[in-house]
């Protein structure tokens, strides 16, 4: 399962917390309800999926691996939100 999720994590965060969610319990352990994770698979799809995983990793998310993951989700959050302003800009440029 381990192979399967990388693979949907690089292949799109907001279907590996799809799988996550339906497959696993991780969501439950990690948050106490659903509006968070929902809202953090829409505008932060890249921090939540890291904070699952390394909130399961760890048991905790004040753990090292829960820190490194939301930190590593948050600068691939807003370089993939600058990237988009980037290209909508040069798109609209003429």
Known sequence: M???LLG???LSPRLAMGF??????????AFSGWLIPLLGI????WTTVLYTVGYVAGGDAAAPWGILGIIIGLFL???MHARSVTMG???YQS
């Open 89 to 91: 800009r040069s798109r």
């Open 77 to 79: 959050d807003i370089a």
């Open 8 to 10: 949907l994590v690089i």
């Open 42 to 45: 829409i505008f932060l799809p």
């Open 20 to 29: 996550i969610w339906l497959v696993t319990d991780w969501e439950d352990r």
């Open 2 to 4: 381990g192979c399967l």
